[in-house]
C-alpha cells in the first residue's frame, strides 16, 4: 500500500480513481495505492466468488467481487475482495459507486496487506452496521478465519477445514473446493495441502 502525500477531498479522490488503474481507498482524506494482487490471490478471489454465486442461487442475496465500500462513520472508502449484499443496493451519497450495505466481506490476505486486513480495516469495516460476517482466507496456506457479530460483540471461528459455515448468508464452503488449482501445483479434482 502507498499512500498519497497529501490530503485530498472525496472529488479529487474521485477524480484520481477515475485516471489511474489501480484499486485506491481514501482514508479520511489520504488515497491509498493498493497492490498489485498475486494470481494466488486473485484465483482465490475468483474460487470465493463463484462458490457464492452458485451456494447463493436466485435470491435476495449476491455477491459482488472488487467493489468499493463506503464507511460513512469515518469517512472511508475501501475495496474488498468479496461481499455479499442482500436486498436492495444500498450507495453512499457521496459516491453512488460505493456501496454501505454489505452483510458478508471476504478479504484473501496478501502478505502485503494481512496486518492491515486483520487491524485497522476490520475496524473500519466494523463501523457498518449491516456487517454481520468478517471472512479473511490465507493465500499461502489452507486458512480461513470468520469474525461473526454477535450483538455488539465479534466472536471469531478459525478453520483449515474441511468447511466453513457462513451463518449471515447461510451458506457453507467446503475448502477443498475453495483451494483446488489454487497453489499452482493443484490440478482440478486435487485436493488442497492441509
Known sequence: MEAVARTVGYDEFLRLEAEREERLEFH????????????AHQRLCGRLFSLLESGLGPGECRPIPGVKLRVEATNRTLVPDVVVVCGPLETSPHDPGALTN?????????????????????????RLPTLAEYVTVAQDRRFVNVARRVGDLWRFDESDGPAIALESVEVSLDLDDV????????????????
Open 102 to 126: 454489505p452483510r458478508l466481506i471476504i478479504e484473501v490476505l496478501s502478505p502485503s496487506t494481512e496486518d492491515y486486513d486483520l487491524g485497522k480495516k476490520f475496524a473500519q469495516y466494523r
Open 28 to 39: 479520511d482524506g489520504v488515497v491509498v495505492a493498493m497492490a498489485a494482487p498475486s494470481v
Open 179 to 194: 483451494y483446488v488449482d489454487v497453489f499452482g501445483d493443484i490440478t482440478a479434482g486435487d485436493r488442497a495441502p492441509r
